[in-house]
């Protein structure tokens, strides 16, 4: 398996898993999958829970635009 798909699978296995679920039992592709069935699902029927993300969304994204340009700018600058 790719690398970067391994990776993406096993966050939001993490994200979306159980307590249950520890770094030392997620070994396996398989391990991870177990682990997300029985997952509790975020409710994005809730508008407020969709307003949070939303919003966490856009405040991440301004996060990143900032560190670009400020890297940006040092690049230039010197």
Same mark, same amino acid.
């Given at each position: 398996?790719?690398? #970067?798909?391994?990776?993406?699978?096993?966050?939001?296995?993490?994200?979306? #898993?159980?307590?249950?679920?520890?770094?030392?039992?997620?070994?396996?592709?398989?391990? @991870?999958?177990?682990?997300?069935? #029985?997952?509790?699902? @975020?409710?994005?029927?809730?508008?407020?829970?969709?307003?949070?993300?939303r919003? #966490?969304? @856009?405040?991440?994204?301004?996060?990143?635009?900032?560190?670009?340009?400020y890297?940006?700018?040092?690049?230039?600058?010197?």
């Amino acid at each position: 398996m790719n690398a #970067g798909v391994q990776n993406l699978v096993l966050s939001l296995g993490l994200m979306q #898993g159980e307590s249950r679920c520890c770094f030392a039992q997620l070994l396996t592709l398989t391990d @991870i999958l177990s682990c997300w069935k #029985g997952a509790r699902k @975020i409710p994005f029927d809730d508008p407020q829970v969709l307003m949070y993300v939303r919003v #966490g969304y @856009i405040v991440t994204q301004a996060f990143i635009l900032a560190v670009y340009y400020y890297i940006s700018l040092a690049v230039r600058l010197f």
